[in-house]
């Protein structure tokens, strides 16, 4: 049975950092593609951030800002997010796939986690 548990998310001032921890039990990061998704009250969910074991890939509206990474040890993976805007604000997911090739689209990843809050106020 594979978990995943996100952690980190929460209020912050635009312009303000923050960083969102993933956990995973059950799935092993190092072997496969996983990333960060977002969604916005009324919106599709969408991709933010995905790493597999070449190079990340970002949205075009977080690059430069968001930095994805994993500790293979710790079978974690991480968002740091700086310089966050108010449309930065949504549910944010920890997503992971069995195939270690990225996909951006949602439907191409199995395993999900509960999901965290950021809320960026100007």
């Known amino acids: 049975q594979v978990t995943l548990v996100e952690s980190g998310g929460g209020l912050v001032q635009a312009g303000g950092s923050l960083t969102l921890s993933c956990v995973a039990s059950?799935?092993?990061?190092?072997?496969?593609?996983a990333g960060w998704f977002r969604q916005a009250p009324g919106k599709d969910r969408e991709f933010v951030a995905l790493?597999?074991?070449?190079?990340?890939t970002y949205t075009d509206a977080v690059r430069g800002r968001f930095t994805i990474s994993r500790d293979n040890v710790k079978n974690t993976m991480y968002l740091q997010m700086n310089s966050l805007k108010p449309e930065d604000t949504a549910v944010y997911y920890c997503?992971?796939?069995?195939?270690?090739?990225?996909?951006?689209?949602?439907?191409?990843?199995?395993?999900w986690g509960q999901g965290t809050q950021v809320t960026v106020f100007s």
């Open positions: 997503a992971a796939r069995d195939l270690s090739n990225l996909a951006v689209d949602p439907g191409a990843y199995e395993y």
């Open positions: 790493i597999n074991w070449i190079e990340p």
């Open positions: 059950g799935h092993r990061f190092v072997s496969s593609a």
